[in-house]
């Protein structure tokens, strides 16, 4: 009478129907052999095939836990998709043990439910898969006899038995039982798990198990289904649930946090590295832009840091890349124009450096190092694969990137055709006009670099992601008047602007946008607080392909653009996030350049840089800090443009403008006319408006005196330390 009075009182059942139903219970047991098509998991004193801690003993047959040491562990593989378990089961007064049998929190509940606490929720109670589905009534005997257990799963169909009594038959894909399904996953858990092995759960509680036995379900075998109704909850127990699972899930969340902490302090950071192609300092809202929308960029700048002091490696592509990868400056790489050059694969370069460190490389965009005019050119020491990225998916020729419509580009070796591409054969096109237009390179290289961060998310990646917009297609502009190539102009279209000025701001609006979509990325894979994000440009703006880089005022407050050695050439954009490490809203203007890129991917990846580098880590400039190497010159050559060179000292600038004719390209020496000097205070005039050479001439000739002293312009000069 004292069990039948207990169901009445935890699962509301009446008395008479309770006590028609345990009167109707077959007598508790299994045969002692398995039934035809079963296999017995349990021999009569051995566990063999089952793992533990030594908690756990046999005898006759019958399994006991003797002490705490965690679960007893069915060895051999995985259960099956489709399978069906019998077992027999007794527990101690208030005692409570589970059978697990897939992964995601699938248990069958042992219990008292008589004493136990969590015999009060049917949705907790014996039979039950645990807080999912209740059972429809309690068939449970009482502490110390022996009960009879059953689960059948197949497909999408769970059931459990319980002395002889199927008190759960549902299908977790049926709407009917959403809340249910939610319920688990809120836990932790996730039904559509499989290949979990088979294991007796250790709860602290005396608990046997005997007459273990499996059989899979063969495909063509239907299920016999019937309609099982869950029992009923009180609002009383529901509340009690609902405080319960709230607890549960602070708790996770708490160990979630700890464990990100603890990770994000022992794991080494992933780096993306991402470069505009002609963008200017002014040419982000972050940066003052009014006209121009760049929402995400913005965003970047709000989570993160900005530098207001950042410096191209050169004035044009190639020369600035070069810097990029090697860590030196222009007086170093010997390369200050956009004349031919190629890597010969033995150079020190990041990747390399990163690859030896064991982080995944990849980039997309334009590889300006190891030029390939015809395919047969592909297998050379300039490619990426030959200096230090697993990965690379772009462009292979400098001058077919000024086409954001190419038949084809490169991903790795092999080519990779782009539907729809046709190019014209006009003449004064180079074979850089696209006839017919359909696939956008921009936006396939975004892809494949969405892809290299999907393939390599739970490892430490290195990404550079060099993308060629807001580069004008040169060829189209003369052709067409208008080379700045789009897909479409967005919010732009119907601005009273000249043509070539929507397309830029379209560029820019759509590498925002890809911004945007990088970042959500990052959180889907939940590797945004493990992942440094650069965003930057090779050099200032261009005023080619119909743009002019007034329009916008690209440059901002500074003078000059593209190919000038003032601050509106070299000065550039600097936006760095990484959630977590680097202060929100912060701004630094401690003068950097592409040459310290190197020092700080070393930095956070733990690697010694090259003793013959020039760059210094801006790794503590991120963080809040004051980096090393203050008190260092920047400095730039060119072979282009009206200025032969810029040398930076502090809140000091020299440029030099020398003889109209001043190419030199093999001698990487710039040419330079000695009456040619100007000196301006970037404190107090960063237009370079007020040429105080004149009046500072001991400055400028200790600030020469000192390059001069590094050698930079001796010549001949080989190229200094670049290799292994």
Not at 189 to 218: E, T
Not at 542 to 547: I, S, T
Request: with cysteine; glycine share 10%.
């Amino acid at each position: 009478m004292r069990l039948i009075r207990s169901f009445t009182l935890r699962f509301g059942f009446s008395f008479l129907t309770t006590l028609i139903s345990v009167a109707g219970l077959t007598p508790a047991g299994y045969a002692n052999e398995p039934p035809a098509g079963f296999t017995a998991l349990l021999a009569d004193d051995s566990l063999d095939g089952w793992s533990h801690k030594g908690n756990w003993s046999i005898n006759s047959g019958v399994v006991a836990r003797e002490g705490s040491g965690g679960p007893l562990t069915y060895q051999d593989g995985p259960l099956p998709d489709d399978f069906e378990l019998r077992f027999e089961w007794k527990v101690a007064k208030g005692s409570n043990s589970g059978i697990y049998y897939r992964p995601g929190q699938y248990e069958y509940q042992i219990l008292d439910n008589t004493t136990h606490r969590d015999g009060a929720n049917p949705r907790t109670s014996a039979a039950s898969l645990y807080f999912c589905m209740q059972p429809s009534r309690d068939v449970t005997r009482a502490a110390g006899q022996w009960n009879t257990g059953r689960i059948v799963c197949k497909d999408t169909v769970i059931q459990h038995w319980c002395n002889g009594v199927k008190v759960i038959d549902f299908d977790y894909e049926d709407p009917r039982w959403q809340f249910h399904v939610d319920l688990l996953r809120k836990r932790g858990g996730n039904l559509s798990d499989r290949d979990g092995k088979l294991w007796l759960q250790d709860h602290g509680d005396p608990v046997w198990f005997r007459n273990i036995y499996l059989r899979a379900i063969p495909d063509e075998e239907s299920l016999q289904r019937s309609e099982v109704t869950p029992a009923s909850i009180s609002d009383d127990v529901l509340k009690k649930e609902a405080e319960k699972l709230d607890g549960i899930m602070k708790r996770r969340q708490k160990a979630g946090e700890a464990a990100d902490e603890k990770q994000s302090a022992t794991r080494r950071p992933n780096i993306i590295y991402v470069m505009a192609d002609d963008l200017g300092y002014g040419d982000l809202g972050c940066y003052g832009q009014s006209k121009i929308r760049t929402p995400n960029l913005d965003q970047m700048a709000a989570e993160g840091i900005r530098f207001t002091d950042h410096y191209a490696g050169h004035t044009v592509c190639r020369p600035s890349r070069l810097v990029l990868w090697t860590g030196q400056h222009v007086g170093h790489t010997r390369l200050i124009g956009n004349a031919s050059r190629d890597l010969n694969g033995s150079e020190i370069t990041v990747a390399k450096l990163l690859q030896d460190a064991g982080y995944a490389t990849g980039g997309v965009g334009k590889w300006a190092l190891g030029n390939v005019d015809t395919p047969d050119e592909i297998d050379n020491a300039g490619h990426p694969n030959n200096n230090g990225f697993d990965y690379w998916f772009g462009y292979m020729n400098q001058s077919n990137a000024h086409n954001y419509y190419p038949a084809f580009l490169w991903e790795n070796d092999r080519i990779v055709t782009l539907k729809g591409n046709v190019i014209d054969d006009i003449p004064n096109g180079r074979g850089r006009v696209a006839k017919d237009k359909m696939t956008y390179s921009h936006d396939v290289m975004v892809e494949k670099a969405f892809e290299f961060i999907r393939r390599n998310a739970s490892a430490p990646f290195l990404l550079h992601m060099h993308l060629t917009i807001p580069h004008a297609n040169n060829e189209a502009g003369r052709v067409h008047g208008d080379g700045m190539e789009v897909p479409d102009y967005g919010v732009y279209a119907n601005e009273s602007w000249p043509n070539p000025e929507k397309g830029f701001a379209a560029m820019i609006g759509r590498l925002d946008s890809d911004m945007g979509r990088l970042f959500d990325l990052l959180d889907e894979k939940d590797i945004a607080k493990d992942t440094l994000v650069i965003f930057t440009s090779d050099n200032g703006p261009h005023h080619e392909g119909g743009h002019d880089e007034e329009f916008f005022d690209s440059n901002g407050v500074l003078q000059g653009a593209k190919r000038s050695m003032h601050e509106g050439g070299i000065r550039v954009p600097f936006i760095a996030r990484w959630p977590g490490k680097i202060a929100a809203g912060s701004t630094s203007d401690w003068p950097s350049a592409f040459w310290d890129f190197l020092p700080t991917a070393c930095d956070l990846a733990g690697v010694d840089p090259p003793a013959s580098i020039d760059g210094v880590s801006y790794l503590p400039a991120l963080l809040g800090q004051t980096p090393a190497g203050g008190d260092r010159y920047l400095y730039w050559a060119s072979s282009e443009g009206d200025t032969s060179v810029g040398i930076r000292r502090g809140r000091w600038k020299l440029v030099n403008y020398p003889p109209m004719q001043k190419r030199r390209p093999k001698t990487g020496i710039p040419a330079i006319a000695e009456n040619g000097w100007r000196l301006y205070d970037l404190a107090n005039d960063p237009a370079e408006k007020n040429d105080m050479a004149g009046q500072h001439p001991e400055r400028v000739r200790r600030m020469l005196e000192e390059v001069r002293g590094d050698g930079l312009w001796d010549e001949p000069q080989p190229a200094h330390g670049l290799t292994n």
